[in-house]
């Protein structure tokens, strides 16, 4: 066996604690042609493997002729200009080498450093590039597409048949430190996926991809082949590393069968990554818009799944765009590729229901699969995100095309994405029973449980600390904004006011004053839009500092201010209230109607604004109102109620359904319309709306794909919500109820946004109208516990319990449509737990939840 060799360099997870930044970087390399391949960080340099010939410095700096390869600072981004390969062709994978100051470099080269005996892949030198004569791996006769190193060992895929004199079918390993063929790996793969000898595309035989688990046990293996050593492995197989020889893992699927496009694709499997814990990989796709396949399509696998006929754990689709490369970090499962929308199982070539506009990037929850919010885009799209490398600081994304965003950062062919910046997912934590059981429509005091500050917004700065117990300052000082329309400008002073008058609250930061947002004379008026419930007594607070030279006589600037279409400020001049350089603010006393809408127009100049405060009047409060109430529920008995608050207005009766993740409430209301607001326990804040299929920065865009546009679409959760009477999330899904209908429902689900898997899964129950079996008339009540179902009847206030078995498969069965998911099963017949002859507790209710 070989040995590990010294000061051996491992990859080791990127250790990521959130979500990375939606701006790139501004200080990258810029790659003047062709596309980047392969892209690795060794040390403190970054380097970019691809098809290009030149490279300048960030900022349109020094050109620098570097064909298929170069190295740059990871920290200034500026190209080294000491490494300085001699390379014949394309790279394809790179590699950390055996020592820090080396690297693998792998491609379709037949000479490499002036020598001609050194082909497909070397070792580099990473002080200039040379070729270290120390290893030389054996002469290979077709491309080198995917190196790994793991337990002292060199793991190298292609599509090649002979290395050297031996016959090997596509991999081979190798001696690290030599190069010499190691014979541990002794697996050829073989046929080609979609040619079949007269028709479809022809491509040749070989892996695509190669990755492995952190520990060295399994590694994946991708491409174009049906069979690995004459064993059904079509495009994918698993290797067992951990014994004397490699061997093929008890492992086999289905899923990647389909012929898919074979006119125009021989294989369509892309890229493969293994989560940082090795758990589960991630496959991405091409091949075409075939619904209820794995083509164009981001799937994930568990790897200590045995056995035939394997299903992925989750699937989100594109509709019909290719998906070229991932990357799994411990927050998001990246993908990159040339498509327009995910989560589009149902859409070939256009968005249906569920559909989330996702220009060229996306990320995905990787316990769901379901989209997170990230959105940078790519646009053009091009060809497509080539390659995907996660890192300590963050993504680097390597395309064809020059811009992120919608033209708005110009990144040529190469960006990063800082992990600074970024944002936490929630970790999905949802309560059991036991559990204090919450009821909504119960009558408690008017404002028992409301904060006093609604909404803080710093309008055109970053996110600041409370000076109180209150919220922090909303940050607004990006592109698009959940209350603000699009349109106005940003400017901003290094230095703070020096003072301000005395409507300013002492728990007012100083530092707002340092941003103001100001309308272009070409945007539209300046609005903000805060949902607040209906009825509820409201004290709107305005922050102001004119700090333009320009304006700073009285008359320079002057603007009206409207709330909810009334004037409340006629012809409002900063600088004559409050004088050139000085903080103030206006309040003004309103009752919301749902939504309080502030908006400025311009009379003399452009309309600015520093901070919006909506604070609560607690006047009214001390009567009676419908709200929530709790009593604790271990399973078998329940106590009294207590109410809690929430009393603001919000019609719970309306509910239709609810649940908590991370201390944040979501439920549906009899409109239809979908909702989440924060909840410790206590203090209920305010209702947001959700619509995660919109995204402003992108809606209304041209996807140059015809005539459509980046817009999404609702899902039908959302068209089912007017009818559910019962909601639950755990584990990366929503289980709900709907009138009428004997069955238990049940999507993916993504509380970070409020977004539901495209696909609904359903579990039928039994019994006629009268059984405790029956699911047709739930009420409120249904949580999913201790491998238990527990839901509440309509008809007469009795809580039951049926037990629920669930393989722990976790598969998608892709292949025929409206087939189930997860395995579950019913085990067994209702009990009745709980009701009004029971335990005394009448368990209807138009929404419960634990927590």
Request: some cysteine; proline content about 7%.
């Given at each position: ?269 892309r890229d493969v990554s293994f989560s940082p814990d090795g758990s589960y990989f991630v496959v991405v796709t091409t091949g075409g818009p075939h619904r209820n396949t794995l083509c164009d399509a981001v799937s994930r696998w568990e790897t200590d799944a045995t056995g035939s006929e394997q299903h992925p754990t989750w699937v989100n689709w594109s509709g019909g ?143 600041l600390p409370a000076l109180d117990d209150g919220p922090e300052w909303f940050a607004d000082n990006s592109t698009s904004s959940p209350y603000r329309n699009s349109g106005s400008l940003i400017s901003t002073n290094a230095n703070n006011v020096p003072g301000v008058l005395a409507p300013v609250p002492e728990t007012t930061p100083i530092e707002v004053f340092n ?337």
């Amino acid at each position: 066996m070989v040995g590990q060799p010294d000061g051996a360099v491992a990859a080791g997870p990127p250790g990521h604690d959130r979500v990375v930044s939606d701006v790139p970087a501004t200080g990258t390399p810029e790659i003047q042609d062709g596309l980047p391949q392969a892209i690795v960080a060794v040390g403190d340099r970054v380097l970019v493997g691809g098809s290009f010939s030149e490279v300048r410095d960030p900022g349109g700096g020094t050109l620098h002729q570097r064909p298929y390869l170069f190295a740059f600072d990871a920290a200034t981004g500026a190209v080294d200009t000491d490494f300085t390969p001699s390379l014949a062709a394309e790279v394809l994978t790179l590699h950390p080498g055996p020592t820090a100051d080396t690297v693998y470099v792998g491609g379709r080269f037949n000479h490499a450093g002036g020598n001609q005996g050194y082909n497909k892949i070397v070792l580099m030198d990473l002080t200039d590039g040379s070729v270290r004569t120390d290893f030389h791996a054996p002469p290979m006769n077709g491309a080198v597409f995917s190196a790994k190193a793991a337990g002292g060992r060199l793991y190298v895929g292609g599509k090649f048949t002979l290395a050297g004199t031996e016959e090997r079918g596509g991999l081979v390993t190798l001696d690290p430190l030599t190069g010499d063929i190691d014979p541990f790996l002794d697996v050829h793969v073989t046929e080609n996926h979609n040619w079949d000898g007269s028709s479809g595309a022809q491509a040749p035989v070989g892996p695509d991809r190669i990755d492995i688990t952190p520990d060295g046990s399994t590694a994946v293996v991708i491409g174009n082949f049906r069979f690995a050593n004459e064993l059904d492995r079509d495009q994918v197989f698993l290797l067992d590393l951990t014994g004397e020889e490699a061997e093929i893992r008890d492992w086999h699927t289905n899923h990647f069968k389909p012929r898919c496009s074979w006119r125009s694709f021989d294989k369509w499997v892309r890229d493969v990554s293994f989560s940082p814990d090795g758990s589960y990989f991630v496959v991405v796709t091409t091949g075409g818009p075939h619904r209820n396949t794995l083509c164009d399509a981001v799937s994930r696998w568990e790897t200590d799944a045995t056995g035939s006929e394997q299903h992925p754990t989750w699937v989100n689709w594109s509709g019909g765009d290719t998906l070229l490369s991932v990357a799994v970090t411990e927050t998001a499962v990246y993908a990159g590729g040339h498509q327009r929308w995910m989560n589009n199982h149902w859409g070939t070539d256009y968005p249906d229901t569920g559909a989330v506009g996702r220009p060229g990037l996306n990320a995905m929850d990787p316990v769901s699969g379901v989209d997170l919010s990230w959105n940078p885009g790519r646009n053009p799209r091009g060809y497509g995100a080539t390659v995907l490398y996660a890192t300590a600081d963050g993504l680097y994304v390597g395309s064809d095309t020059d811009w992120i965003g919608n033209w708005e950062h110009y990144r040529p062919k190469l960006a990063f994405f800082p992990l600074a910046g970024g944002h936490q997912p929630p970790a999905g934590e949802s309560a059991t029973i036991p559990a204090d059981v919450h009821f909504t429509d119960v009558e408690v005091e008017v404002g028992a449980g409301l904060p006093d500050i609604l909404y803080r917004v710093n309008a055109a700065g970053p996110a600041l600390p409370a000076l109180d117990d209150g919220p922090e300052w909303f940050a607004d000082n990006s592109t698009s904004s959940p209350y603000r329309n699009s349109g106005s400008l940003i400017s901003t002073n290094a230095n703070n006011v020096p003072g301000v008058l005395a409507p300013v609250p002492e728990t007012t930061p100083i530092e707002v004053f340092n941003s103001t947002r100001w309308n272009p004379a070409s945007a539209d008026n300046l609005t903000w839009s805060f949902p607040v419930p209906a009825g509820t007594d409201l004290e709107v607070r305005l922050y102001f500092a004119d700090r333009c030279w320009c304006t700073h006589q009285p008359g320079d600037r002057v603007m009206d201010i409207l709330i909810d279409g009334v004037l409340v400020a006629d012809g409002y001049d900063v600088v004559d209230s409050a004088a050139y350089n000085r903080g103030t603010m206006l309040s003004y006393p309103v009752t919301s109607d749902g939504e309080v809408e502030i908006e400025f127009e311009p009379v003399v100049e452009a309309p600015i604004v520093s901070a919006i405060e909506i604070v609560r009047d607690q006047t009214g409060d001390g009567e009676p109102g419908p709200g929530i109430g709790k009593r604790f529920y271990d399973g078998d008995e329940a106590d009294e109620l207590v109410a809690v608050g929430g009393a603001d207005g919000t019609q719970w009766g309306e509910l239709r359904g609810a649940f908590l993740v991370d201390d944040v409430l979501f439920y549906g209301m009899a409109d239809g319309t979908f909702w989440r607001r924060s909840f410790d326990g206590s203090v209920v804040g305010l209702p947001q709306p959700l619509t995660p299929h919109l995204d402003p920065y992108w809606d209304g865009v041209q996807t140059h794909s015809g005539s459509s546009t980046y817009d999404g679409e609702p899902s039908s959760f959302a068209a089912n919500i007017a009818s559910m009477r019962g909601m639950y999330y755990t584990d990366g899904r929503v289980f709900y109820t709907r009138a009428g209908q004997n069955t238990l429902y049940w999507r993916w689900f993504n509380p970070e946004n409020g977004l539901a898997g495209s696909r609904e899964f359903t579990l039928a129950g039994s019994g006629n109208s009268g059984s405790v079996n029956n699911l047709s008339n739930t009420s409120g009540v249904l949580f999913v516990a201790d491998g238990h179902v527990y839901w509440s009847r309509a008809d007469d206030g009795r809580l039951l319990r049926r037990p629920l078995l669930d393989s722990g498969s976790g598969s998608e069965q892709v292949t025929t449509a409206g087939s189930a998911s997860r395995q579950y099963t019913w085990d067994g017949s209702a009990e009745v737990v709980g009701g009004p002859e029971v335990d005394g507790v009448d368990w209807r209710t138009p929404g419960a939840f634990l927590r």
